[in-house]
Nanobody, 124 residues
Framework: QVQLVESGGGLVQAGGSLRLSCAASERTFSSYSMGWFRQAPGKDREFVARIGVRSGITDYADSVKGRFTISRDNANNTVYLQMNKLKPEDTAVYYC?????????????????WGQGTQVTVSS
């Protein structure tokens, strides 16, 4: 079982930045595809970004494209989400997730393990 631990959430003003981190427990991390999803109160969990086994393969939701950047550090079993120009509508609990077969997808049901989530709140 893969354990994922997110950190880096918090309260920030609109226009500010945060960097989320997600540390994985497995040494085979480099063979996993990773994703970030978010869930706002009363809404479904939605795709934010994903990164393939090779860091050059990334994909973003239209709502965050150009503002968020996903990256990975295989040496430290960590995936990051750099969030710039934050907006109040980015407020949500952000979840890190992994596909242990190395597939990249935008569908939550295609991922195998999830972190506990970290709260991001953007004030106007």
């Amino acid at each position: 079982q893969v354990q994922l631990v997110e950190s880096g959430g918090g309260l920030v003003q609109a226009g500010g930045s945060l960097r989320l981190s997600c540390a994985a427990s497995e040494r085979t991390f480099s063979s996993y595809s990773m994703g970030w999803f978010r869930q706002a109160p009363g809404k479904d969990r939605e795709f934010v970004a994903r990164i393939g086994v090779r860091s050059g393969i990334t994909d973003y939701a239209d709502s965050v494209k150009g503002r968020f950047t996903i990256s990975r550090d295989n040496a430290n079993n960590t995936v990051y989400l750099q969030m710039n120009k934050l907006k109040p509508e980015d407020t949500a609990v952000y979840y890190c997730t992994v596909n242990i077969f190395g597939r990249t997808t935008r569908r939550a049901q295609d991922y195998d393990y999830w972190g506990q989530g970290t709260q991001v709140t953007v004030s106007s």
